[in-house]
């Protein structure tokens, strides 16, 4: 099972910061947090993943709480193109490194 | 080439027939993942190679389901006896051990 609660859906104005959370309560301290989007008929692509500390890319920004327990990936300029399903991951450090995807968010860019 | 790739991208078979799908990984991937995704839901893992050895099949549905990697690069999944509930999008993902997989686009099977 998923290790991970998203909020089914959002919306973003264009051009503004679309700000997707998610909830890891059950985290381990090996376990990173990945982030993946699926655009319509397409295959999952990979945004961003991080541990403890915060990241950034060029595509998008991770924020993960002092206390692991939740994260926010930010798009910092939503464009019409980040409409997608986002799907928010666990994965430990070593081991099985498969991907458990959960449900995600659906974000929806408005013109 | 740059990216996975899969083929075919669309199959379409009858009820009971047998199916092979193949993915050309990225050159040089080592881990190998395959996944189901059924219509408006996320993608499920199936199974999970590290060069030729298949480390995890716990995801594979039935033993209809087999999977395989004989040299440790193309893999071919195959599905014996297909039914309805077969249909989906099947993707495939490889990376180099740790890292970030990287998913082709899918190959979307139609039972009818």
């Known amino acids: 099972d998923a290790k991970t609660t998203q909020p089914p859906s959002m919306d973003c104005a264009e051009g503004r910061a679309a700000n997707l959370p998610c909830n890891h309560s059950?985290?381990?301290?090996?376990?990173?947090v990945y982030w993946y989007r699926q655009i319509h008929s397409q295959g999952p692509q990979y945004i961003i993943h991080?541990?403890?500390n915060n990241e950034t890319n060029e595509m998008a920004s991770l924020i993960i709480t002092e206390d692991r327990k939740s994260s926010t990936l930010i798009l910092p300029h939503a464009t019409l193109r980040d409409t997608a399903v986002y799907y928010c991951?666990?994965?430990?450090?070593?081991?099985?490194?498969?991907?458990?995807f959960g449900t995600g968010t659906r974000l929806t860019i408005i013109p | 080439g740059a990216g996975v790739s899969q083929s075919p991208r669309y199959k379409v078979a009858k009820r009971g027939q047998d199916v092979a799908l193949r993915c050309d990984p990225i050159?040089?991937?080592?881990?190998l993942f395959w996944y189901q995704q059924a219509l408006g839901q996320g993608p499920e893992f199936l199974t999970y190679f590290q060069n030729e050895a298949q480390l995890d099949k716990s995801g594979l549905p039935s033993d209809r389901f087999f999977a395989e990697r004989p040299e440790g690069s193309v893999s071919t999944l195959k599905i014996q006896r297909t039914q309805q509930e077969d249909s989906a999008v099947y993707l495939c993902?490889?990376?180099?051990?740790?890292?970030?997989?990287?998913f082709g686009p899918g190959t979307r099977l139609t039972v009818l």
């Open positions: 991951i666990v994965r430990p450090l070593w081991g099985n490194e498969k991907l458990t």
């Open positions: 050159s040089g991937h080592v881990s």
């Open positions: 991080g541990l403890k």
């Open positions: 993902a490889s990376s180099l051990v740790g890292l970030a997989p990287f």
């Open positions: 059950t985290i381990s301290g090996n376990e990173y």
